[in-house]
C-alpha cells in the first residue's frame, strides 16, 4: 500500500493494522504532519485548527497535514495517536483532550516521530516542544484586573474550563493568585467542561442561591457568554459584569464590542507557529524545548486599537 493510500486511510478515520510504509513521505515527496485534536466542539479548537491550514496552505509544496477529532475523549485520542504512528506520519502535532492520560501516548509517539505538544500540557518532558501562551499569567492578569476593577470588594463567580486538564487548573490558580489579599469572595466555583450550555446551566444556579453577584469570571469566552445568557434571562445581566479568555475576533473581542463582556484576554491557538516549528524540526534545525505566546486584555477602552498586552 502507498503512503497516499496510507493518508487517505487516515484522513477517512479508519481504523485497523496498516503496514507501516517504506518512505518518509507521500508520493509526492511531501511530509506528512499528523493534528490530534482533542475536540472541536469549542469555536477556539476550530480556530486552532483553521490557523494550522492556512499556515499549511503556505507550504503545500511541502507537507500535507492529516486531522482527527478525538470527540472530547481521551481513549479515543490515545486510539487515534496509535493509528497515526502506524500510518507513518513524519511528526505529530496534539492537544491533548486531559494530561494523565494522553502523556503515556505522546511519550511513546516521541519515540518514532518528533511532537509538538500545542495549548494543553501532558505531564512530563517526552515530547519535542511545547507551544502555548501562559495560562497562569493570564488567569492571575484576569484576577488583578477584576479586583482592581471592583475596587477591592465584591462577590465573584468563578466558572471553571475542565479542571483535569492544565489551562483550567492554571487559569484558577492564576486568578486565585491575582486576588490574593483582595476584599474579593468566590462565593460560587463549578466546572463547565469549556462548554457554553453548561455554563449557562450552572450560573442558573448561582443566580437562584445568591442575590447579589457582582462579576462572573470564565476560563473561556463561551462560559462568560454562557453565564450572561443566564443572566439576561433572570433580567440581572445588568447587575454584574461577565470577563473570559480567548479573544476570537469573531467571539470574545466582537462580546467586548457589543459591551456583553466587560474584558476578553487573548488565548492564541498557536496553530501558525506549529506549522513554522514543525518545518523547522522536520528540517533538522534545532528548536526551543517551550515557545511561549503572547497575550493580550481587550475592554471597551482599548477594543478598538487591538486591545494591550499583557
Keep these: 500500500m502507498s503512503k497516499y493510500l496510507l493518508i487517505a486511510c487516515v484522513v477517512a478515520g479508519l481504523t485497523g493494522a496498516l503496514a507501516k510504509p517504506a518512505s518518509a513521505k507521500d ?7 499528523a493534528m490530534s485534536q482533542c475536540n472541536l466542539n469549542e469555536p477556539w ?17 511541502k507537507l500535507v497535514v492529516v486531522y482527527k477529532d478525538a470527540q472530547a475523549d481521551s481513549l479515543r485520542q490515545r486510539a487515534q495517536v496509535e493509528e497515526f504512528l502506524i500510518a507513518g506520519v513524519d511528526l505529530l502535532i496534539i492537544s491533548p483532550f486531559e494530561a494523565v492520560p494522553l502523556t503515556e ?45 471592583l475596587g477591592g470588594k465584591g462577590k465573584v463567580v468563578e466558572l471553571k474550563g475542565m479542571m483535569t486538564s492544565v489551562p483550567a487548573q492554571d487559569r484558577n490558580s492564576g486568578f486565585r493568585e491575582g486576588i490574593k489579599g483582595s476584599g474579593l469572595e468566590v462565593l460560587f466555583d463549578v466546572d463547565y467542561s469549556w462548554m457554553e450550555e453548561n455554563a449557562r446551566k450552572e450560573m442558573e ?33 445588568k447587575q454584574m459584569l461577565f470577563v473570559g479568555i480567548d479573544a476570537l475576533p469573531q467571539e470574545g473581542v466582537a462580546y467586548v464590542k457589543q459591551g456583553i463582556l466587560a474584558a476578553s484576554f487573548q488565548y492564541p491557538t498557536g496553530g501558525d507557529v506549529a506549522i513554522e516549528q514543525a518545518l523547522k524540526i522536520l528540517g533538522g534545525d534545532k528548536v526551543p524545548k517551550e515557545i511561549t505566546l503572547g497575550s493580550r486584555i481587550f475592554t471597551s477602552k482599548n477594543v478598538d486599537k487591538g486591545g494591550d498586552e499583557l
Design 27 to 33: 508520493k509526492e515527496g511531501r511530509y506528512v504532519i
Design 45 to 61: 479548537r476550530i480556530q486552532m485548527n483553521a490557523d494550522i491550514k492556512r499556515a499549511a496552505e503556505k507550504y503545500k509544496d
Design 105 to 149: 501516548p505522546v511519550a511513546k509517539a516521541f519515540k518514532k516521530v518528533p511532537v509538538i505538544v500545542l495549548d494543553r500540557r501532558v505531564m512530563g518532558d517526552q515530547y519535542t516542544q511545547f507551544i502555548g501562551a501562559d495560562n497562569k499569567k493570564i488567569g492571575k492578569f484576569a484576577g488583578q484586573w477584576i479586583a482592581q476593577t
Design 205 to 237: 444556579s448561582a443566580l437562584s442561591r445568591f442575590p447579589k453577584i457582582d462579576l462572573v469570571y470564565a476560563h473561556n469566552d463561551p462560559g462568560a457568554h454562557g453565564a450572561y445568557l443566564a443572566a439576561k434571562a433572570a433580567g440581572r445581566e
